[in-house]
């Protein structure tokens, strides 16, 4: 129901960032260490992250996870996402190029 409320209030005007928030929670929520869990288990120490979140990057190896690589995920850029991409790269630090 949340996200459903934060949608809601990116179609008023907030970005994705700003309806978070004013919900009260953070820009991001999402923890990577069960994934991190799963990757020990399945024995891999050291990955190719296919992800432009340097959080996950940040969360995977606090976890013991290395990340021997970030490769770039560049989806493609339209008049409807653009917002949303330049919020996640100027407020969240994502990479992404073409912005």
């Keep these: 129901m949340n ?4 949608y809601e ?23 990577y260490d069960f994934s991190a869990d799963i990757l020990k288990q399945l024995g891999a120490r050291k990955i190719r992250l296919l992800s432009n979140n340097p959080e996950k990057v940040r969360q995977l190896e606090n976890a013991g996870i290395q990340v021997a690589e970030r490769v770039p995920c560049e989806p493609p850029i339209s008049q409807i996402s653009r917002a949303y991409l330049k919020t996640k790269k100027s407020k969240m ?3 992404l190029k073409g912005l």
């Excluded at 996200?3 to 934060?6: F, G, H, N, Q, T």
């Excluded at 005007?13 to 928030?21: F, I, K």
């Design 93 to 95: 630090g994502h990479l």
């Design 3 to 6: 996200k459903l409320r934060a």
């Design 9 to 31: 209030l990116q179609d008023g005007g907030m970005d994705t960032v700003e309806a978070n928030e004013s919900l009260g929670f953070a820009a991001d929520v999402r923890d």
